[in-house]
């Protein structure tokens, strides 16, 4: 199984993943021999078939980079740079797509320019090396590319088939064609508080909630929100909204959970927690609508900036800006594996391949940890004795504990005849004498303590 990721300085890595208890997850391979710089940080990136053999990768400058796998090589994957003119995406807004039977590039801007590219043989060639003139990226355009606008501002974007799905901040859901360039449906915005004021909308990131349907579209927003629209109802409102009001953050990134838990989202915020959601229930808790599945452990150190959830076996990958990939358990929502990727993370995308075997096919106990591996290399610490802790009981058989226990039992007896004849003399200790002061007694019988211990000194209190 392989995990591609892209960072801020354009690097993209292939990371070969696995659990933490066989061992680190190895970097496969890396882009690193190009230029590094933030203004080549990777955008968006996708696979662009079903078998997850090939990816493409946009970044900020619009080089697309294509990402091939191939046996015949040398670290089995191929990744070079193919165009230098591609709409740069917003977050998580880069899609292939089949239309009149041809796979194409989709790309939508912040400025809501969606840009469609027929994507050519050529660009997944291994067969040129780094001295080929076809090696080197085109910067031709595409004579077949289309292009229409959308209302801007766009934050999040999400393609399914022939229809696009796009939001703003105080930009309301939107579903257009993309065949005809028009629009669609159109979200009514939310009414007046009781103050008579609009109700702020920032729409962060759209996606369709079922694969088999575009007529169910959840968003996230800004205010910790999940919102869901049906386009088949009229009155073009949220149907169901889901608020988590838990800490000051804001929901950056959906990702639905395919056949795994269908009907329901993973969301990513910027404080670094992954969350399930279902927006299709409906009950109160803590006072307010609420549908949170649970947030996977531990979180992430920084914001979430993409979420990639397996085809086949319940696992979802996770990068932020903490510099951390994760891998959880989405039945569990527990810690796979993580590693540590050097840079921050903006992209990442999981191959189809089975993940993690011993995880899923050994039953994890629950007295067992996920940990870092550093942790199981380091020597145990020596047991500290404490500083006047009695010594252990001896063994039988021993004279010497033998004598020892006689004596202490001779002393034992021999201050309870003392203390009884201490009780004679003065009384007994709890009751005071007729005229003397309430607990007189008790003072009486200190005293008579001190003047035999200064005698003859305190008996010793060991026992066997």
Request: charged share 25%; proline share 7%.
């Amino acid at each position: 199984m392989a995990c591609i990721t892209g960072d801020e300085v354009g690097l993209i890595k292939v990371w070969g993943a696995r659990s933490s208890a066989v061992g680190l997850n190895p970097l496969v391979h890396h882009s690193g021999l190009e230029r590094q710089s933030r203004d080549r940080a990777v955008a968006g990136m996708c696979w662009v078939d079903d078998e997850t053999t090939k990816a493409l990768a946009v970044r900020e400058n619009g080089t697309v980079v294509a990402i091939t796998r191939d046996p015949k090589l040398e670290w089995g994957w191929s990744i070079r740079a193919v165009s230098t003119q591609m709409t740069v995406p917003v977050r998580s807004g880069l899609f292939v797509r089949t239309l009149d039977s041809t796979p194409r590039l989709i790309s939508c801007s912040e400025a809501g320019y969606v840009e469609i590219r027929k994507i050519p043989d050529e660009w997944f060639d291994t067969t040129a090396g780094p001295g080929d003139p076809a090696y080197a990226p085109k910067s031709t355009s595409d004579p077949k590319g289309e292009e229409f606008r959308v209302p801007a501002p766009v934050e999040g974007f999400h393609v399914q088939r022939d229809r696009c799905a796009f939001g703003g901040k105080d930009r309301p859901v939107e579903v257009w064609d993309i065949n005809k360039g028009q629009r669609l449906w159109t979200a009514r915005k939310e009414a007046l508080d009781f103050l008579g004021l609009p109700r702020p909308l920032y729409i962060t990131a759209v996606r369709f909630l079922l694969p088999e349907q575009e007529n169910i579209v959840v968003a996230a927003t800004g205010f910790q929100e999940v919102l869901l629209y049906d386009l088949r109802t009229k009155a073009r409102r949220v149907h169901s909204a889901s608020v988590y009001k838990q800490h000051e953050a804001k929901f950056n990134v959906i990702e639905t959970l395919g056949t795994h838990i269908p009907g329901c989202v993973a969301v990513g915020d910027t404080q670094g927690n992954v969350m399930l959601f279902d927006p299709r229930e409906d009950y109160k808790a803590q006072g307010h609508t609420t549908r949170l599945l649970g947030r996977c452990k531990p979180s992430h150190c920084g914001a979430i900036r993409s979420i990639a959830v397996h085809p086949t076996q319940p696992v979802v990958a996770s990068v932020c800006l903490g510099r951390w990939l994760m891998f959880h358990d989405i039945l569990t929502r527990e810690l796979i594996s993580k590693v540590y990727i050097k840079q921050k993370g903006f992209c990442c995308v999981i191959a189809a391949d089975a993940v993690f075997p011993d995880h899923f096919l050994i039953k994890p106990t629950k007295a067992k940890a996920t940990v870092d591996d550093i942790w199981e290399t380091l020597p145990l610490a020596p047991v500290r004795k404490r500083k006047g802790k009695a010594d252990a009981p001896a063994a039988e058989g021993d004279p010497s504990s033998a004598e020892h226990a006689d004596g202490s039992l001779a002393e034992d007896a021999q201050w309870s005849a003392s203390r009884e004849a201490d009780q004679d003399a003065c009384g007994d200790p709890e009751e005071a004498q007729p005229g003397e002061a309430p607990h007189a007694g008790e003072k009486r019988l200190r005293k008579k303590r001190r003047r035999v211990s200064s005698k003859d000194g305190p008996p010793s209190s060991g026992g066997a």
